[in-house]
């Protein structure tokens, strides 16, 4: 149970993870054909009988999703301190041009980590599936 339990947890994060993703087809139509290429991990696990998905490949994901929860977990500390800097320097009656644009390029870079990450995960789980699980998984998404 507990192990059931864990591994929902990690799919719940991974969610979050891959939200990112799917979240910019709405803003850019563009990300459509990059986020096209990608499948939660929730699709493919929730789906894993249907594609068939063997234990290596399942053993991999799960590792892979619980590596992104490690790397991005303080990544989003870091995000949260850059944003509150982000903020208290365009709080101010005038606002120093140089101090908020380099408070921007902090919240910027951090994002550009978050994203990588998530990217690099999604594209490790795509490449833990065959060609026949991802075609499989485009019709179920």
Request: proline share 3%; with cysteine.
């Amino acid at each position: 149970m507990k192990t059931r339990f864990k591994f929902c947890a990690i799919l719940c994060a991974a969610l979050v993870a891959a939200t990112g993703v799917h979240a910019q087809r709405a803003q850019d139509p563009g990300a459509d054909m990059v986020a096209a290429q990608f499948f939660p991990p929730d699709l493919v696990m929730n789906n894993a009988d249907a594609i068939g998905l063997k234990q290596s490949q399942r053993l991999a994901i799960v590792a892979d999703v619980k590596a992104l929860q490690e790397d991005v977990a303080p990544l989003a500390l870091r995000m949260e301190a850059a944003r509150d800097r982000l903020v208290a320097t365009l709080e101010k009656d005038n606002a120093d041009e140089a101090a908020v644009l380099k408070a921007l390029e902090d919240v910027l870079m951090i994002e550009r980590n978050v994203k990588r990450r998530h990217i690099t995960a999604l594209l490790r789980i795509r490449n833990q599936l065959s060609r026949e699980q991802r075609a499989e998984l485009k019709t179920l998404q």
